[in-house]
């Protein structure tokens, strides 16, 4: 599958704080999906991006699906401790038929934060 | 109740054994997908399953087989395990439909370890 270039690899943040995290890949995709996994958990649906440009809010999250289609972020603002755990972009590729409409997934944000 | 759901949650097993990993989901997605998931390599796809008579390989196929025995139902099998197959396994439903067509949603994952 290709690759997407996840950063930061994991953050250590105090509550309160905003967070920023990215998703770069070398080919371009018709959706961006963020995901969080809880430990123990499997991944839950955060935000689903469909169009360059779309900035699309849940409750604190923000996701933006970049101009060139090859890029995403996802922000937090106001982290509370419950926010920790492991941050996923996925992308599915133009034309993904041929390959199921499968996600490609970055490795993951792990975000701790501390009272 | 969970819409997806995967059994066993946790499986020890040794060398060469033959393992079956079982989902079901209630969602009434045409779509199903197994994927692995292996520290600091994101999730990774298995195989992929449109409906009971479209089954199809993923990037990482090779040791594993699946079998649809309903629109409900996708299980993953192990012939004979080996220690490097040791990892968290996640099943995920896909809608298949008019957008939001592109976006899964996961079971709470088997952990799996081959000694």
């Known amino acids: 599958g290709q690759q997407l270039n996840q950063s930061p690899q994991s953050m250590f943040i105090q509550e309160g704080e905003d967070v920023s995290m990215n998703c770069t890949s070398s080919?371009?995709?018709?959706?961006w999906l963020w995901y969080k996994q809880d430990p123990g958990e499997g991944p839950v649906l955060l935000i689903a991006?469909?169009?360059?440009?779309e900035l699309t809010s849940n409750g604190r999250l923000t996701a933006q699906f970049g101009i060139t289609r090859k890029d995403s972020f996802l922000n937090i603002s106001a982290s509370i401790p419950s926010d920790v755990g492991i941050y996923f972009c996925?992308?599915?590729?133009?034309?993904?038929?041929?390959?199921?409409?499968?996600?490609?997934f970055g490795k993951g944000t792990s975000l701790l934060v501390t009272p | 109740d969970a819409d997806v759901t995967q059994t066993p949650r946790n499986r020890i097993t040794k060398t060469g054994k033959r393992i079956m990993l079982e989902c079901s989901q209630t969602?009434?997605?045409?779509?199903m997908y197994w994927y692995r998931q292996d520290p600091g390599l994101g999730l990774r796809l298995i195989y992929y399953?449109?409906?009971?008579?479209?089954?199809n390989k993923g990037e990482i196929s090779d040791g594993y087989s699946v079998s649809r025995q309903a629109q409900a139902k996708f299980s993953l099998s192990l012939e004979s395990a080996i220690p490097n197959q040791t990892a968290l396994y996640f099943c995920?439903?896909?809608?298949?439909?008019?957008?939001?067509?592109?976006?899964?949603?996961f079971g709470p994952g088997t952990r799996l370890t081959v000694l």
């Open positions: 996925a992308g599915q590729l133009e034309g993904g038929r041929d390959s199921g409409y499968a996600l490609n």
């Open positions: 080919s371009i995709f018709n959706t």
């Open positions: 991006l469909y169009k360059a440009g």
């Open positions: 969602k009434g997605h045409d779509r």
């Open positions: 399953s449109f409906d009971v008579k479209d089954i």
């Open positions: 995920a439903t896909g809608t298949g439909a008019s957008p939001p067509y592109n976006e899964q949603f």
